[in-house]
């Protein structure tokens, strides 16, 4: 797929399902219609076979951070096509077998409705006119597109740069130091998937002074 998206593969993602891809829920005394996860990577495959996805951020281990909020559940992705990335996220409430995979899917199925796909079945909960909340087929409002300026941010892409560089400087520290910064983060909640200028800033003093403690005192022959 070349780098420059092409009008036309974009408005592809906006063509009509066929009736038998779309499925029904209850929901407030009516059937809302919504198109399954098969069906969206289908469009998206047909469009872009070279499309991605990928998490706003990552734990330690590399893994998609969840973030948890009592039974509720939030992935924030990123999806790819045609060279044009937008935010989707994916919600599940409820204690859940292979809450991970169900959370990918509603994830890259809200991030697709951003670029046009099933739109039309979507606004049917809400509104496209801004007199309703925006809703996905499970009947979730859904989270708007943090407010970079309000957070400290000029945009997302500064934002996720410090984040990376503060990060990288982490995975330096000794397995020590990573366990007194895993606890801080735990026990204070800064770490998170999206976070303000201030919080990273904290993070980073963090990393810093144990980085200071991981280095070697310098001998005196040293500093002769």
């Not at 990577?41 to 734990?59: F, G, M, N, S």
């Not at 934002?159 to 895993?182: P, W």
């Not at 770490?191 to 310098?218: H, I, K, T, Y």
Request: with cysteine.
């Amino acid at each position: 797929m070349s780098d420059t998206p092409t009008v036309a593969a974009l408005a592809a993602l906006r063509a009509p399902f066929e009736a038998h891809q779309i499925g029904s829920l209850p929901r407030g005394g009516t059937q809302l219609d919504f198109v399954g996860h098969a069906a969206v990577t289908d469009r998206l495959l047909q469009v872009d076979p070279e499309w991605t996805w990928e998490p706003y951020a990552t734990t330690e281990h590399g893994a998609p951070l969840v973030l948890h909020d009592g039974k509720r559940r939030t992935l924030w992705i990123r999806l790819t096509v045609c060279g044009v990335t937008r935010p989707g996220v994916g919600i599940v409430v409820g204690d859940k077998d292979e809450v991970e995979k169900e959370l990918i899917s509603d994830g890259i199925r809200n991030a697709a409705m951003r670029f046009g796909v099933a739109l039309d079945l979507w606004h049917k909960g809400g509104s496209l006119n801004g007199d309703g909340p925006e809703v996905g087929p499970s009947g979730q409002e859904m989270p708007a597109e943090p407010d970079w300026a309000a957070l400290g941010w000029k945009d997302r892409a500064a934002h996720d740069a410090t984040k990376a560089a503060v990060k990288g400087d982490a995975g330096n520290l000794s397995a020590e130091s990573k366990d007194v910064l895993r606890r801080w983060a735990s026990e204070t909640g800064t770490v998170r998937a999206v976070m303000s200028a201030d919080d990273v800033a904290e993070w980073d003093r963090q990393v810093s002074a144990l980085a200071a403690g991981d280095r070697p005192n310098p001998t005196t022959e040293e500093t002769a």
